[in-house]
């Protein structure tokens, strides 16, 4: 156990809904990480929150946006679902902010949410 | 911008056999992590091992050990004794500045009994 709590485990959607995943990081950890994972698309990154404020973007869709809030849990909203979203999306945490080649470094992964869009 | 590749997309081991993964990468920062982590059938991603770019000793982890190269950017991962739970799907990364991991397409380990 990493943990890192996720919920829901599964989510089963129609096409053009709107989803909220959560993530609640390790306790004192205050970064989290959003990564997607796909089958054709493998394991990337998407957002990168510090303390309640947004650090890096990667691969992100305009539809979909995240928060932090003031006690660190994290939510991804994906909203406008296309076939394309059906993915695992992972959560990480760790402690740094500047990332992951500064001080620790090291990323505890959740059990991630199956998103599965019919 | 970061790259990390994994050339073999999927190897197989004997039990108590050694087997090496390879891993690749391109990163223009100066500091950096390199991590691997495995995946088994449950989907949790759990870390296997870390090192630091800027020690030369390669680390190690019980029976995991990495051979890093700096200059060639080549990270691989050797797994000694091998066993059956080692059976997974096992991912090269690469952590900088920016905070996140960069990933590479993963190596299917099969264990033989």
């Known amino acids: 156990d990493s943990g890192v709590t996720q919920t829901p485990k599964h989510l089963i959607t129609a096409t053009g809904q709107r989803v909220t995943l959560r993530c609640s990081p390790r306790?004192?950890?205050?970064?989290v990480y959003w990564y997607q994972q796909s089958l054709d698309q493998g394991l990337q990154f998407l957002i990168h929150?510090?303390?309640?404020?947004?650090?890096a973007k990667g691969n992100i869709l305009e539809r979909f946006s995240a928060q932090q809030f003031p006690d660190l849990h994290s939510e991804l909203n994906l909203s406008s679902l296309e076939l394309g979203d059906s993915a695992l999306y992972f959560c990480?945490?760790?402690?740094?902010?500047?990332?992951?080649?500064?001080?620790?470094?090291?990323?505890?992964f959740g059990p991630g949410t199956r998103l599965t869009v019919l | 911008a970061q790259t990390v590749t994994q050339s073999q997309p999927e190897m197989s081991v004997q039990e108590a056999e050694t087997v090496t993964l390879s891993c690749t990468y391109d990163t223009s920062e100066s500091d950096y992590y390199l991590f691997w982590y495995k995946q088994p059938p449950s989907r949790q991603m759990i870390l296997v091992i870390r090192?630091?770019?800027?020690?030369?000793q390669n680390a190690t982890e019980n029976r995991f050990s990495v051979n890093f190269q700096k200059a060639a950017k080549s990270f691989s991962l050797k797994i000694s004794d091998s066993q059956l739970g080692d059976a997974a799907m096992y991912f090269c990364?690469?952590?900088?500045?920016?905070?996140?991991?960069?990933f590479g397409k993963g190596t299917k380990l099969s264990v033989k009994p």
């Open positions: 990364a690469c952590g900088g500045s920016q905070g996140n991991l960069i």
């Open positions: 990480a945490s760790s402690v740094a902010g500047r990332g992951a080649g500064t001080g620790d470094g090291e990323q505890f």
């Open positions: 090192q630091e770019a800027y020690k030369q």
């Open positions: 929150y510090y303390n309640g404020e947004e650090r």
């Open positions: 306790s004192g950890d205050l970064s």
